[in-house]
Nanobody, 121 residues
Framework: QVQLVESGGGLVQAGGSLRLSCAAS????????MRWYRQAPGKQRELVAA???????GYAQSVKGRFTISRDHAKNTVYLQMNRLNHEDTAVYYC???????????????WGQGTLVTVSS
């Protein structure tokens, strides 16, 4: 069974920084796209950042210039460095990845359980 486990969430003051990590584990052959989503209270889940196998990245307009997504292929881990945080960044952050497992013949989307980020003003 493949799973994604996030860590690094917590409480931070406005203007501060946090680094989220998400590690994929299990019977993995390959990991393709890796993404970070977030869901604020009362709002829909939104895509924050994504990174391809080759390192190409993309960001939501609201986080461009403040957040950086990166990955470590050897560790099957994706990171989200979040700087200059503000109250609007408060949300549960979810890791998402397209993973090819030993038991499968195609990539499947896997979600983490989420980690809460709270930005105090």
């Amino acid at each position: 069974q493949v799973q994604l486990v996030e860590s690094g969430g917590g409480l931070v003051q406005a203007g501060g920084s946090l680094r989220l990590s998400c590690a994929a584990s299990g019977s993995i052959i390959s990991v393709n796209y890796m993404r970070w989503y977030r869901q604020a209270p009362g709002k829909q889940r939104e895509l924050v950042a994504a990174i391809t196998t080759y390192g190409t990245t993309g960001y939501a307009q609201s986080v461009k210039g403040r957040f950086t997504i990166s990955r470590d292929h050897a560790k099957n881990t994706v990171y989200l460095q979040m700087n200059r945080l503000n109250h609007e960044d408060t949300a549960v952050y979810y890791c998402n990845a397209d993973i090819l497992q030993i038991s499968d013949s195609e990539y499947r989307e896997v979600w983490g359980q989420g980690t809460l980020v709270t930005v105090s003003s």
